[in-house]
């Protein structure tokens, strides 16, 4: 399976913003985006000329790496936002937040959305009562997404859930730290994404 290996904080600094992909270490002065604002590489530090086209590709590459995506998927939930109702932008953002790995992250049971996929993958991670080892699949409202009783003694998610009091859950859904498991309350909207994306960019880009 493809995947990226090399340092994530290397993908930060290449975007110009924090994308949480380390958990703690993004809140710490250890975080690379902190210690050298600029994109890496020889040229890193010159004069950047950015083009339209350039600007609307940063953005999508942006929205990928966050999410922990890779090409063929991002243009597959790109594709099935543009068939949905309402505007494709917001839709992809809904999309997106509502992964499996992005509600585990959400909800406080791991640090980081890749630490979330694999929780997910290794079986740890249960929807409804029922074991769920597809970190792409969409939660719907209503889910209840729990942690297997056989995995609550884990330290990474234990460690996770300690740190939740310093990270706000979205109002879209609920933890319940004691019993391991969160709910969806309701379906995510546009105001549940606070990070700074420029959906809009990503619809042009996928228009041309």
Known sequence: MARYSEAVCRLCRREGTKL?????????????????????GQHGQGRARFSEYCVQLREKQKVKRMYGLLEKQFARTMDRASRMKGRAGENLLILLERRLDNVVFRMGFS????????????????????????????VREGAVVSIAEKSRKIARIAGALETLEGRSVPQW?????????????????????TMPIQEQLIVELYSR
């Open 173 to 193: 859904l609920e933890t319940d730290k004691d019993a391991f498991r969160g709910t969806v309350k309701a379906m995510p909207s546009r105001e549940d994404v």
């Open 111 to 138: 640090t980081s959305r890749a630490e979330a996929r694999q929780l997910v993958r290794h079986g740890h991670i249960l929807i409804n009562g029922r074991s769920a080892t597809i970190p792409s699949i969409v």
């Open 20 to 40: 949480f992909l380390k958990g703690d270490r993004c809140f710490s002065p250890k975080c690379g985006i902190e210690r050298r604002a600029y994109p890496p």
